[in-house]
C-alpha cells in the first residue's frame, strides 16, 4: 500500500468517485489515502494529478483493534 495525497479537493472527489468498487483504498480527513501501486498508474492515466508519501505503516495499514480482550459470558 503506498500513501497519496491530491492538489485540490477536485482531484481528490473524483479519484474517490474512480475507485469506488474498483480497488481497495483507505481514506483520511487530512488529504491522505492508502492505494494499492496498481493505482498510480490507474490515476495517472484518468489524468487526476496526486503526489506520492511513501509506503503506509505498519499502523495504517492494520486495523485499530479497541479491547482485544473478549466479552465476559455469564
Do not use: C
Not at 500513501?3 to 487530512?30: C, E, H, M, Q, V
Not at 488529504?31 to 498508474?41: D, I, Q, R, S, T
Not at 508519501?53 to 483493534?65: D, N, R, V
Request: charged fraction near 25%.
Amino acid at each position: 500500500m503506498i500513501r497519496i495525497r491530491f492538489n485540490n479537493p477536485d482531484a481528490r472527489k473524483r479519484a474517490l468517485g474512480r475507485l469506488a468498487g474498483r480497488y481497495p483504498f483507505k481514506s483520511w480527513a487530512t488529504g491522505e489515502m492508502l492505494v494499492p501501486e496498481p493505482v498510480l498508474g490507474f490515476l495517472a492515466t484518468e489524468n487526476i494529478a496526486f503526489q506520492v508519501e511513501g509506503p503506509a505503516t505498519y499502523e495504517q495499514i492494520t486495523p485499530a483493534l479497541r479491547d482485544p480482550a473478549p466479552a465476559r459470558v455469564q
